[in-house]
């Protein structure tokens, strides 16, 4: 995705019938603005559009919206005394992408159980690897400098 100065996304594709965080510190944020709307709409002729009021943090205002499916997002911005930063007339726009067929489930296809066992099988042997590295990463240092002393039960003694 092309950078924009001032704009950023939580993801670094915009993909169809998802939601999507943006995050604006453009010209109504250094200005001091007290609000600040985004103001909305897809595809070449600003289909579906909205105003959303955006929440102001520290890192400048940000709003979440639901992405449609029409081509493009079309952006810019607003504050309370409808002073707006419409990127000089041009708008801000951003390609949509359509959703890759990989991350689609159909109905119609059945859902192996092979697979998910696999899954599974992968997801334990995951575990007892992280167990491991962590007893490896604790214990190892402690055997190293001979700090490590097994507990002795009070009938050896």
């Known amino acids: 995705m092309e950078l924009t100065k001032n704009i ?5 594709k915009l993909i169809e019938n998802t939601k999507v965080k ?16 985004l103001h909305y709409g897809f595809g ?22 639901q992405l449609g499916e029409e081509g493009t997002l079309n952006l810019c911005f607003k504050n309370e005394n409808d002073v707006w930063d419409n990127n000089n007339g041009q708008n801000y726009i951003f390609q949509v992408e359509k959703t890759p067929k990989e991350l ?14 696999k899954l599974r099988r992968s997801y334990l042997w995951s575990k007892k690897i992280r167990l491991a590295v962590y007893k490896i990463i604790t214990y190892l240092p402690r055997l190293i400098s001979g700090n490590y002393k097994r507990k002795v039960s009070k009938e050896q003694n």
Do not use: H
């Open 8 to 12: 950023f996304f939580n993801t670094d």
């Open 44 to 65: 070449e002729n600003w289909n579906n559009v909205n105003d959303v009021e955006m929440n102001k943090t520290d890192l400048g205002f940000q709003a979440e919206i």
């Open 104 to 117: 689609l489930v159909l109905e119609d296809e059945p859902v192996s159980l092979g697979s998910a066992r």
């Open 22 to 37: 943006i995050s604006y510190t453009g010209e109504l944020f250094q200005n001091a603005s007290e609000k600040v709307f």
